[in-house]
C-alpha cells in the first residue's frame, strides 16, 4: 500500500499543477476572444464534454504506445497537457470573463505581457476558481481506476485505485482490511477537502 500510495501521489502532484495551468490559459483565452468567438468555443467545449469516456480508450492507447507513453505516469496524467477536462476550462472562462476589460487593458497599459497579465491580474483575481479546479482535478487523478488498468502493464506503478482491486481479490472474505484499505484511499482527500473550507467560506463572506 505504501508503494500504490507514493504512485498516485506522483500522478497527482504532476496532473493537478498541470491542469491549473492549461486549463487556466484556455480559460483566459477564451475569455479575451470576441463574443462571437466566445460563443463558439464555448459549444465546442460542451460539445466535447458529452463525448464518453469509453470511446476515447483505444485512440488513447495507440498514442501513448506512439509516444512511448505506455506503461508509465505519463500515460495517467496526459489529459492535463490538455486540461483533463472542459469542464475546467469553462470554469476558468467564467471567472476570467467576470473580470473587467478595464483590468487587462490597465495591465497591458503598465507593459505587462500575456504571461505576466495571466500570472499577476488574472489568476489572482480567481484564486476560488483556483482551488475548486484544484480540488476537482485532485479527485479526479486520485480516484481514476481505468487508465492505470488499461495503460499500465507493470504492477509496481499502480496506483490505490487499482491496489484496492487487487486486495479485494487476494482477500475477498477480509472486510476488515479491505475496509481499512479503502479508508486509508479516502483520507487525503476527505482531509484536502476539509483544510480547504475555511477558504471557501472566506470567499463567500
Do not use: C, K
Not at 504571461?115 to 489572482?124: C, D, G, K, M
Not at 482535478?137 to 509496481?156: H, K, M, R, T
Amino acid at each position: 500500500m505504501g508503494r500504490f500510495t507514493l504512485n498516485s501521489l506522483l500522478v497527482v502532484s504532476l496532473g493537478v499543477p498541470l491542469t491549473v495551468v492549461t486549463a487556466s490559459w484556455a480559460g483566459m483565452g477564451m475569455a479575451r476572444l470576441s463574443r462571437p468567438a466566445q460563443r463558439r468555443w464555448v459549444i465546442v467545449s460542451l460539445a466535447v464534454l458529452m463525448v464518453p469516456g469509453i470511446a476515447l480508450w483505444s485512440t488513447r492507447f495507440l498514442v501513448y504506445r506512439t509516444l512511448g507513453w505506455y506503461d508509465s505516469v505519463w500515460a495517467l496524467i496526459a489529459p492535463a497537457w490538455m486540461g483533463t477536462s472542459p469542464f475546467f476550462v469553462l470554469m476558468y472562462y467564467r471567472a476570467f470573463r467576470r473580470i473587467p476589460a478595464a483590468v487587462y487593458e490597465s495591465a497591458l497599459l503598465d507593459g505587462a505581457g500575456v504571461l505576466q497579465t495571466w500570472s499577476r491580474v488574472a489568476l489572482p483575481l480567481a484564486r476560488a476558481t483556483t482551488l475548486g479546479v484544484a480540488l476537482l482535478s485532485f479527485v479526479f487523478y486520485w480516484g481514476d481506476f481505468i487508465s492505470p488498468l488499461l495503460y499500465l502493464n507493470s504492477e509496481s506503478r499502480y496506483t490505490l485505485p487499482v491496489a484496492l482491486r487487487m486486495l479485494e481479490q487476494l482477500t475477498r472474505a477480509d472486510w476488515g482490511l479491505l475496509m481499512a484499505a479503502a479508508l486509508w484511499t479516502t483520507a487525503i482527500p476527505v482531509a484536502l477537502f476539509l483544510l480547504a473550507q475555511p477558504f471557501f467560506a472566506r470567499h463567500d463572506e
